[in-house]
């Protein structure tokens, strides 16, 4: 346990262990492995969004110079022995089969149907230009709501409709809640697909020993152990005859958490070939073929009364799913509904949401993957019903709060809150705003024609992902081995596979202070499942949560058996007996009560665990501890932020003047890794506030296919950020950790939402939907006009 540790590390700003060989260029990526011998493979990828495929002429790529093979989709997946895996299938759920390519028919643009392996990368590229593939363009369907009308085109004829799921709930009384209502709420939403675009764009090497039959995938995975169950599955291979690596990865905002195709055809262009080949995306292939995000179109009801309080809601959901639904990627969506109750004492819920298939790329996890669609909803009904009372946001909220003393908190829809004080987080971030004197300015700038606008929002997520019962079949806990040497130095195998977040920072900072041991003498080790037996993987702020803690708990063992031979060492240093239980560890040092001068060090037990002739009766040789610990709940963190906006009323540009956020993740292991994860999940909400949109035409064409033409922030755009954080420790971990990966991400959009539309208030402005862009908001101001027509003053 930490607690009543004297910390040295643990809430000390350690500069990051990977950062030395990552910001110098030492990083080792999938890319930057070069195997003898290797091929590189190249994947053709349907140009329409539905269409059939009548045939596939492969012969005139197979004679270009340098090829080696030539598969079609129905070629490889006849080297499947089954389709992708599907876990947490939901009560009346319909879904495809879908293999690792199209064979007779495409359903997304992108949608691979042909691999080329050449002996140079330039080479297979080429040789896609050759392949003939006679397409059948077939009706296409991109809208999530019309595609589940009668007449709407069929995607998947054997299902005879797009619907994947339609589930119905309640909790609470929502009609009498409405019923009792003093006025009603409701708008629609839109919560627009977004792309993920991590630094380091995907790719896999794969290498297959003919001899034993072993293969090994280096991939770019959140998820190293998944990845192997899924590819060892499909392929018909033992899990121990596939070893999945990832090395360094270069972010991921859950779209490294899917397995692709391109894992399975590595696999099999590499059995085919019997040589080393690899694949990687550039950027412009990466906007087709990765997994996107978000996608919903949003209808709320709520009822309230005149004094403020929410009463009830009636939510329904439609989630575009695309193409296929994919591992869990179907059960996004319903932590929505779960979530909108948000920081609320809100009892009566109903909701529906429909999960649709559209002839778009499939959808996935992205950064928050369900609970920023929530806490969008949740946070503009605190803002519409502020609008209908004319009070201010921040006294509804206040009115609505779950108070500090009910958690653990059961929330309607089942969650379990673990701890919070959304007053105290509120509270702080009003006094840094300077909340007051902000209205006061924004109603001096209004008389003076401008449009400024303050946005507040008070959230919460779920993290901390496990234990298994919430993880619909991919395992809730978390895997550590912890490894002493002979010279007292420290190695962590964590099952986690950190990806940029820092972890082998904070694991260190862990081990060091709970071990004594100092923080360069802790190596941490992850991302090989030659080396490290079992994992989950990171996703949904879990890592330090639960990888943590299975640290600390390895940590447990290595103590107990380390003061059983520190107890022997000391015997032999003092020539007495002694009882183990005065034998203590501080500072590094093993000593016996009221003895201080009489110790022995962790190199001096390492040594002993190994090489010594001290150890005591059925002691084994070995200094080494193994946990896997699954938590006994979910944690959530919360935040209260509140954003500054100015909107040029020529343009309809906004301008985001302030940013302040307070946010509350329990324990902090290493503030600046928290801040950078706030920064990093800032520009991402803020970036789908007001840019970020992928857009699709009606053949079902991803026109926003690039850089240049999808929209992401640049830094100049942000204000510098004013952070700042309360601290309220988990219940459900040792380590009191809570997790941040995600909150900053959920907070800002419906924060800078509430600020644009604060700003346009005045003039009747009740909804925009985002993204706010300069043409969205002006078009605004061309139908409402500049003159004051009520709202919030």
């Known amino acids: 346990m930490i607690a009543g540790q004297v910390s040295k590390l643990i809430g000390s700003r350690v500069k990051r262990k990977e950062d030395p060989r990552l910001i110098t260029g030492e990083g080792k990526y999938t890319d930057d492995v070069i195997l003898p011998g290797m091929a590189f493979f190249a994947v053709l990828r349907s140009p329409y969004a539905h269409a059939r495929i009548n045939s596939i002429d492969t012969s005139a790529a197979a004679d270009h110079s340098g090829v080696l093979a030539v598969m079609t989709g129905a070629e490889i997946n006849e080297r499947c022995s089954e389709p992708f895996p599907l876990f947490a299938i939901l009560e009346g759920m319909q879904y495809p089969e879908r293999w690792p390519m199209a064979a007779t028919k495409a359903n997304y643009v992108g949608e691979p149907v042909a691999a080329v392996v050449a002996s140079s990368r330039a080479a297979a590229r080429d040789a896609l230009d050759l392949i003939e593939v006679d397409y059948d363009p077939l009706p296409v369907v991109t809208d999530m709501e019309s595609a589940v009308d009668a007449d709407a085109p069929v995607i998947f004829e054997e299902m005879g409709s797009n619907l994947c799921y339609e589930a119905t709930d309640q909790a609470g009384d929502p009609d009498r809640a409405f019923a009792e209502a003093d006025g009603v709420v409701e708008a629609r939403m839109e919560q627009p697909r977004l792309i993920p675009n991590p630094m380091e764009p995907r790719a896999t090497v794969a290498d297959y020993e003919r001899s034993s039959g072993n293969a090994t995938l280096w991939v770019t995975t959140q998820n190293p152990h998944i990845e192997r169950m899924v590819v060892a599955q499909m392929l018909g291979m033992p899990e121990n005859k596939l070893r999945v690596v990832a090395i360094d990865v270069g972010g991921g905002f859950g779209c490294k958490i899917n397995t692709y195709s391109e894992s399975l055809i590595a696999i099999i262009l590499a059995q085919e070939v019997n040589r080393p080949v690899k694949w990687a995306e550039d950027r412009t292939e990466h906007f087709v073929s990765t997994s996107h995000g978000r996608g919903q179109a949003q209808y709320v009801q709520a009822a309230y009364k005149k004094d403020g309080t929410l009463l009830g809601m009636k939510l329904k959901i439609y989630a575009d799913l695309g193409a296929y639904a994919q591992v869990i990627s179907h059960v996004i969506p319903t932590l929505t509904p779960s979530l909108a109750p948000g920081v609320y004492a809100c009892r009566d819920i109903g909701w529906t949401t429909i999960g649709v298939f559209t002839n778009k790329i499939p959808y996935d996890a992205y950064r928050g993957a369900g609970r920023p669609e929530a806490a969008y ?157 079992r994992g989950v993987g990171t996703f949904g702020s879990r890592t330090l949560v639960v990888g943590g803690t299975a640290i600390l708990k390895a940590n447990e063992q290595i103590k107990d058996k380390a003061k059983r031979i520190a107890t022997a060492l000391l015997e032999n240093k003092l020539e007495d007996t002694l009882d183990p239980t005065v034998v203590t560890l501080e500072d590094g040092l093993f000593s016996v009560q009221d003895m201080p001068d009489q110790y022995v060090t962790w190199a001096e037990v390492g040594s002993e665990a190994y090489d010594g002739q001290l150890l005591p009766e059925d002691e084994q040789p070995g200094l080494e501890a193994v946990s896997f610990w699954e938590p006994p709940g979910l944690t959530f963190p919360f935040s209260a932020h509140i954003a500054v906006i100015e909107i040029d009323q020529d343009t309809g540009e906004v301008s985001l003047k302030r940013y302040v956020s307070v946010d509350d993740c329990g324990t902090v292991i290493n503030p600046t890794l928290v801040e950078g994860q706030i920064h990093g999940g800032l520009a991402q909400g803020i970036g789908q506030a007001l840019l970020e949109q992928a857009v699709w035409d009606d053949e079902g064409q991803l026109v926003s296919g690039s850089l240049m033409d999808y929209a992401m922030p640049f830094a100049q755009e942000f204000p510098m950020f004013e952070l700042d954080r309360t601290v309220t420790p988990s219940p459900v971990n040792p380590l009191g950790a809570k997790g941040i990966g995600e909150m900053a991400t959920i907070s800002a959009t419906p924060t800078v939402a509430n600020a644009v539309i604060d700003a346009l208030s005045h003039l009747g402005v009740t909804h925009v939907d985002i993204p706010m862009t300069a043409e969205r908001i002006w078009r605004v101001l061309q139908t409402h006009g500049r003159s004051r027509r009520g709202g919030r003053s």
């Not at 009003?430 to 959230?459: F, S």
């Open 377 to 533: 909803i949740i946070e503009r009904v605190m803002d519409l019903i502020a609008d209908a009372t004319g009070k201010d946001p921040v006294a509804v909220r206040r009115k609505n709060f779950i108070p500090k003393d009910s958690f653990p908190y059961e929330t309607p829809t089942g969650m379990i809150y673990d701890s919070a004080d959304y007053d105290a987080a509120l509270d702080k971030a009003l006094d840094i705003a300077g909340y007051d004197d902000l209205r006061a300015e924004q109603k001096a700038a209004r008389k003076d024609g401008k449009l400024m606008g303050i946005g507040v929002t008070v959230t919460t997520e779920v993290c901390g992902f496990g234990p298994a019962a919430a993880m619909g079949g991919l395992g809730g806990f978390e895997s550590a081995t912890v490894r002493v040497d002979p010279m007292g130095k420290v190695t962590v195998l964590t099952g986690a596979s950190p990806h940029g977040q820092g972890e082998e920072t904070s694991f260190a900072q862990i081990v060091a202070d709970d071990l004594g041991v100092a923080f360069e003498d802790v190596e941490v080790i992850h991302g090989d499942t030659a080396i490290v037996a």
